[in-house]
């Protein structure tokens, strides 16, 4: 598995995974097409400028075929700072652990080269898949919450996981 930049000619995937019900199930139901162009065109950017880290996952390399995304960024969140992480993995592609690897990979990237230091994950308390990941990669749950995304208040579990600490086994 291979973690490559989100580059412009990665539209069709972000447009797939952001506008698919099954895929957007646990974040509040699809998003429409409006505004996705606008959207991505600034990730691209943020991603160019180095500000946000926004990996699409390539299991195999020869191929160069990806199956999902994985992120870091910052936002402000209940009056602070975070740093947050997601991932979506193609339906296709699911059930072979490859969000967890991709997860890792992340996490461990980011430890390596002091970047990112705390971050937080929120999936949908339904959400027992990216839940069983966050335990899985070294996040500790800290609380259910309320969470906005894309406009809609989610009920979430509030992991994070310290990277400045040694990693849990």
């Known amino acids: 598995m291979e ?41 691209v950017a943020s991603v160019q400028a180095g500000s946000v880290w926004y990996f699409k996952i390539v299991p195999n390399e020869r191929t160069g075929e990806a199956a999902g995304t994985v992120c870091v960024w910052e936002h402000e969140w209940m009056g602070a700072r975070i740093n947050e992480i997601g991932w979506m993995v193609l339906p296709i592609h699911q059930g072979r652990g490859l969000a967890s690897q991709a997860v890792r990979a992340v996490l461990e990237r980011a ?9 937080h994950a929120f999936p949908a ?30 009920r979430c579990n509030n992991w994070q996981v310290d990277l400045r600490a040694a990693p849990r086994a």
């Open 111 to 119: 430890r390596s080269e002091g970047r990112w230091d705390v971050i």
């Open 125 to 154: 308390i339904s959400n027992a898949a990216s839940n069983a990941i966050c335990r899985k990669t070294g996040f500790i749950h800290l609380e259910e919450c309320d969470f906005e995304y894309a406009g809609r208040i989610l």
């Open 3 to 43: 973690l490559r930049d989100l580059s412009i000619e990665d539209l069709p995937l972000y447009e797939r995974m952001l506008t698919d019900p099954g895929m957007m199930a646990e974040l509040g139901g699809p998003l429409p097409r409006d505004g996705l162009w606008t959207k991505f065109q600034e990730v």
